[in-house]
Protein backbone atom coordinates (compact mmCIF):
# COMPACT_ATOMS: atom_id res chain seq x y z
CA UNK A 1 0.00 0.00 0.00
CA UNK A 2 2.73 2.01 0.78
CA UNK A 3 4.58 1.57 -2.51
CA UNK A 4 1.27 2.40 -4.66
CA UNK A 5 1.13 5.61 -2.31
CA UNK A 6 4.68 6.61 -3.16
CA UNK A 7 4.28 5.60 -7.03
CA UNK A 8 0.90 7.99 -7.66
CA UNK A 9 3.30 11.05 -5.57
CA UNK A 10 5.85 10.41 -8.17
CA UNK A 11 3.46 10.36 -10.91
CA UNK A 12 1.96 13.16 -9.94
CA UNK A 13 5.28 15.44 -9.90
CA UNK A 14 7.31 13.98 -12.16
CA UNK A 15 6.49 16.92 -14.78
CA UNK A 16 7.27 19.11 -12.45
CA UNK A 17 11.29 18.06 -12.15
CA UNK A 18 11.36 16.68 -15.94
CA UNK A 19 9.99 20.52 -16.37
CA UNK A 20 13.53 21.77 -14.92
CA UNK A 21 15.90 20.03 -17.27
CA UNK A 22 15.90 19.92 -21.39
CA UNK A 23 13.75 17.09 -22.56
CA UNK A 24 15.29 14.72 -25.65
CA UNK A 25 14.49 11.24 -26.97
CA UNK A 26 15.81 9.37 -23.47
CA UNK A 27 13.65 11.64 -21.49
CA UNK A 28 10.63 10.15 -23.05
CA UNK A 29 11.48 6.62 -23.19
CA UNK A 30 12.50 6.92 -19.19
CA UNK A 31 8.64 8.21 -18.59
CA UNK A 32 7.14 5.41 -20.57
CA UNK A 33 9.03 3.10 -19.21
CA UNK A 34 7.68 4.56 -15.91
CA UNK A 35 4.28 4.18 -16.55
CA UNK A 36 3.09 7.52 -17.17
CA UNK A 37 -0.13 7.99 -19.21
CA UNK A 38 0.16 9.72 -22.83
CA UNK A 39 -1.75 12.78 -21.69
CA UNK A 40 0.71 13.16 -19.09
CA UNK A 41 3.75 12.73 -21.03
CA UNK A 42 2.14 15.43 -23.87
CA UNK A 43 1.87 17.64 -21.10
CA UNK A 44 5.24 17.73 -19.88
CA UNK A 45 6.58 17.85 -23.63
CA UNK A 46 4.82 20.78 -24.00
CA UNK A 47 5.64 22.66 -20.33
CA UNK A 48 9.49 21.62 -20.98
CA UNK A 49 11.97 22.76 -23.12
CA UNK A 50 13.56 19.92 -25.62
CA UNK A 51 15.78 18.87 -27.95
CA UNK A 52 14.44 16.23 -29.77
CA UNK A 53 15.41 13.93 -32.58
CA UNK A 54 12.83 13.66 -35.31
CA UNK A 55 14.56 12.16 -37.85
CA UNK A 56 13.13 8.84 -39.41
CA UNK A 57 15.75 6.94 -37.62
CA UNK A 58 14.62 8.77 -34.14
CA UNK A 59 10.69 8.32 -34.78
CA UNK A 60 11.77 4.68 -35.65
CA UNK A 61 13.63 4.19 -32.24
CA UNK A 62 10.50 5.62 -30.24
CA UNK A 63 7.89 3.69 -31.79
CA UNK A 64 10.15 0.73 -30.83
CA UNK A 65 10.48 1.58 -27.31
CA UNK A 66 7.16 1.54 -26.84
CA UNK A 67 6.56 5.53 -27.28
CA UNK A 68 2.37 5.90 -28.51
CA UNK A 69 1.92 7.79 -31.67
CA UNK A 70 0.19 10.49 -29.61
CA UNK A 71 3.53 11.52 -28.02
CA UNK A 72 5.33 10.87 -30.74
CA UNK A 73 2.93 13.63 -32.53
CA UNK A 74 3.82 16.27 -29.56
CA UNK A 75 7.00 15.52 -29.98
CA UNK A 76 7.57 16.54 -33.66
CA UNK A 77 5.18 19.88 -33.27
CA UNK A 78 7.44 20.55 -29.98
CA UNK A 79 10.42 20.40 -32.36
CA UNK A 80 8.95 22.16 -35.28
CA UNK A 81 7.37 24.79 -33.54
CA UNK A 82 8.98 28.43 -34.42
CA UNK A 83 10.91 30.18 -31.27
CA UNK A 84 9.00 33.20 -29.29
CA UNK A 85 9.81 36.18 -31.37
CA UNK A 86 11.60 38.37 -28.48
CA UNK A 87 9.61 41.52 -26.49
CA UNK A 88 10.37 44.82 -28.14
CA UNK A 89 9.92 48.20 -26.62
CA UNK A 90 7.50 50.10 -27.95
CA UNK A 91 8.93 53.06 -30.22
CA UNK A 92 8.30 56.29 -29.03
CA UNK A 93 5.75 58.59 -30.27
CA UNK A 94 6.76 62.84 -30.11
CA UNK A 95 4.24 64.86 -28.97
CA UNK A 96 2.29 66.84 -30.96
CA UNK A 97 3.58 70.15 -31.20
CA UNK A 98 1.17 73.18 -30.24
CA UNK A 99 -1.39 75.02 -32.54
CA UNK A 100 0.37 77.44 -34.38
CA UNK A 101 0.03 81.37 -32.76
CA UNK A 102 -2.70 83.48 -34.76
CA UNK A 103 -0.76 85.89 -37.82
CA UNK A 104 -1.11 89.26 -38.01
CA UNK A 105 -4.95 90.27 -38.20
CA UNK A 106 -6.28 87.48 -37.45
CA UNK A 107 -8.95 87.30 -34.75
CA UNK A 108 -6.93 87.00 -31.28
CA UNK A 109 -8.96 84.40 -28.67
CA UNK A 110 -10.95 82.90 -31.29
CA UNK A 111 -10.29 79.31 -33.13
CA UNK A 112 -11.98 77.43 -35.86
CA UNK A 113 -11.10 73.03 -35.68
CA UNK A 114 -9.36 71.70 -38.70
CA UNK A 115 -9.15 67.60 -39.11
CA UNK A 116 -6.52 65.96 -40.79
CA UNK A 117 -7.23 62.41 -41.78
CA UNK A 118 -6.54 59.91 -44.28
CA UNK A 119 -8.03 56.26 -45.46
CA UNK A 120 -7.14 52.81 -44.18
CA UNK A 121 -5.17 52.34 -47.41
CA UNK A 122 -2.45 49.07 -47.96
CA UNK A 123 -0.14 50.96 -50.16
CA UNK A 124 1.97 52.88 -47.82
CA UNK A 125 -0.03 51.65 -44.48
CA UNK A 126 3.34 51.65 -42.69
CA UNK A 127 4.07 55.20 -43.47
CA UNK A 128 3.47 58.09 -41.07
CA UNK A 129 3.24 61.22 -42.94
CA UNK A 130 3.84 64.57 -40.78
CA UNK A 131 1.06 67.60 -41.00
CA UNK A 132 2.18 71.08 -41.11
CA UNK A 133 0.47 74.38 -40.36
CA UNK A 134 2.96 77.69 -41.32
CA UNK A 135 5.93 75.19 -41.31
CA UNK A 136 5.29 73.58 -37.39
CA UNK A 137 4.55 70.19 -37.39
CA UNK A 138 1.45 69.09 -35.79
CA UNK A 139 1.63 65.75 -35.92
CA UNK A 140 1.82 62.13 -37.67
CA UNK A 141 -1.24 60.24 -39.28
CA UNK A 142 -1.58 57.24 -38.78
CA UNK A 143 -3.35 54.65 -41.11
CA UNK A 144 -7.37 54.57 -41.32
CA UNK A 145 -6.92 57.71 -38.07
CA UNK A 146 -7.58 61.21 -37.96
CA UNK A 147 -6.47 64.28 -36.06
CA UNK A 148 -8.27 66.84 -34.74
CA UNK A 149 -6.77 70.75 -33.81
CA UNK A 150 -8.02 74.25 -32.91
CA UNK A 151 -6.35 76.61 -34.71
CA UNK A 152 -6.38 80.37 -34.49
CA UNK A 153 -8.81 81.87 -36.75
CA UNK A 154 -6.82 84.04 -39.86
CA UNK A 155 -5.12 82.74 -43.15
CA UNK A 156 -2.99 79.21 -42.62
CA UNK A 157 -0.95 77.58 -44.91
CA UNK A 158 -1.16 73.80 -44.52
CA UNK A 159 0.39 70.57 -46.05
CA UNK A 160 1.91 67.43 -45.34
CA UNK A 161 5.27 65.77 -46.64
CA UNK A 162 5.15 67.38 -49.76
CA UNK A 163 4.81 71.49 -49.48
CA UNK A 164 4.32 71.89 -52.99
CA UNK A 165 0.66 70.36 -52.31
CA UNK A 166 -1.50 71.81 -49.97
CA UNK A 167 -3.44 74.54 -49.28
CA UNK A 168 -3.66 78.43 -47.93
CA UNK A 169 -6.78 78.85 -46.57
CA UNK A 170 -8.76 82.03 -44.48
CA UNK A 171 -10.43 80.08 -41.68
CA UNK A 172 -13.24 81.41 -39.63
CA UNK A 173 -13.45 81.18 -35.97
CA UNK A 174 -16.12 78.38 -34.96
CA UNK A 175 -16.50 76.88 -38.35
CA UNK A 176 -14.60 73.02 -39.21
CA UNK A 177 -12.60 72.47 -42.06
CA UNK A 178 -11.30 68.83 -43.29
CA UNK A 179 -8.02 68.35 -45.06
CA UNK A 180 -7.47 64.68 -46.45
CA UNK A 181 -4.10 63.03 -46.54
CA UNK A 182 -3.51 60.09 -49.30
CA UNK A 183 -0.23 59.24 -51.26
CA UNK A 184 0.72 60.41 -54.71
CA UNK A 185 2.82 57.90 -56.82
CA UNK A 186 6.04 58.82 -57.47
CA UNK A 187 8.97 57.70 -59.21
CA UNK A 188 11.26 56.27 -56.75
CA UNK A 189 8.49 56.84 -53.55
CA UNK A 190 5.28 58.02 -53.14
CA UNK A 191 4.49 60.85 -50.71
CA UNK A 192 1.47 62.26 -49.14
CA UNK A 193 -0.11 65.07 -50.26
CA UNK A 194 -3.39 67.36 -48.78
CA UNK A 195 -6.47 68.50 -50.35
CA UNK A 196 -9.29 69.81 -48.70
CA UNK A 197 -12.92 68.94 -48.61
CA UNK A 198 -16.19 69.68 -48.38
CA UNK A 199 -17.43 69.68 -44.76
CA UNK A 200 -20.01 67.26 -45.19
CA UNK A 201 -17.70 65.12 -47.11
CA UNK A 202 -15.25 65.33 -44.33
CA UNK A 203 -17.46 64.25 -41.95
CA UNK A 204 -19.14 61.60 -43.23
CA UNK A 205 -15.58 59.96 -44.18
CA UNK A 206 -13.71 60.94 -40.57
CA UNK A 207 -16.46 58.46 -39.12
CA UNK A 208 -15.47 55.78 -40.09
CA UNK A 209 -12.13 56.41 -38.93
CA UNK A 210 -10.05 55.83 -35.68
CA UNK A 211 -8.93 59.05 -33.33
Not at 125 to 149: A, T, W
Not at 161 to 182: F, L, Q, S
Amino acid sequence: MRKCFFALVFLAFCPLLVAQQAMNNDSIVKLVKAGLSDDLIVSTVNASPGTYDTSADGIIALKTAGVSDKVVAAIVAKATAPPPAPATAPAAVPAPAPAPEPKAGAQVGTTATVHFYRFKEFVGSVLKPSVYCDGIQLGRLENGHYMDFQIAAGKHTFYADDKGAGATITIEAGKEYYMRAYVQPGFWKGHFVLTMVMPEQGKYETAMLKP
